[in-house]
């Protein structure tokens, strides 16, 4: 990692040729992006509440749509808030996607 990456925040990886690809075949990844890998599937997700990252990956929305849902309580589902972070109920999420 550069000088310039560590600067902004941007993680590289080493993988194959993908979209979001950096020079040589190193996919660059922002802080706080998370790969799909990470995330378990809905159905056999075990936690009753997800953080907005996990979320936002289910509904097919970026993060900060989430946050907007949360601050304008306008969206479809509303987050409680746990020490000023955002929790999403798996039960709101299961039955927005109707699953």
């Known amino acids: 990692m550069n000088d310039h990456q560590a600067v902004v925040g941007v993680a590289v990886e080493e993988g ?7 020079t040589a075949g190193t996919r660059v990844r922002r802080r706080g992006q998370r790969d799909e890998r990470e ?18 990956f289910h509904l097919g ?11 304008t309580e306008g969206g479809p589902i509303r987050p409680v808030r ?7 109920a798996v039960r709101d999420i299961r039955k927005l996607l109707i699953l």
């Open 16 to 22: 194959g040729a993908e979209s979001g690809t950096g």
């Open 39 to 56: 995330f378990v599937a809905l159905s056999e997700e075990v936690r009753t509440h997800v953080d907005t990252a996990c979320a936002s």
């Open 61 to 71: 929305r970026k993060p900060q749509t989430m946050r907007v849902w949360a601050s």
């Open 82 to 88: 746990v020490n000023g972070r955002l929790a999403w």
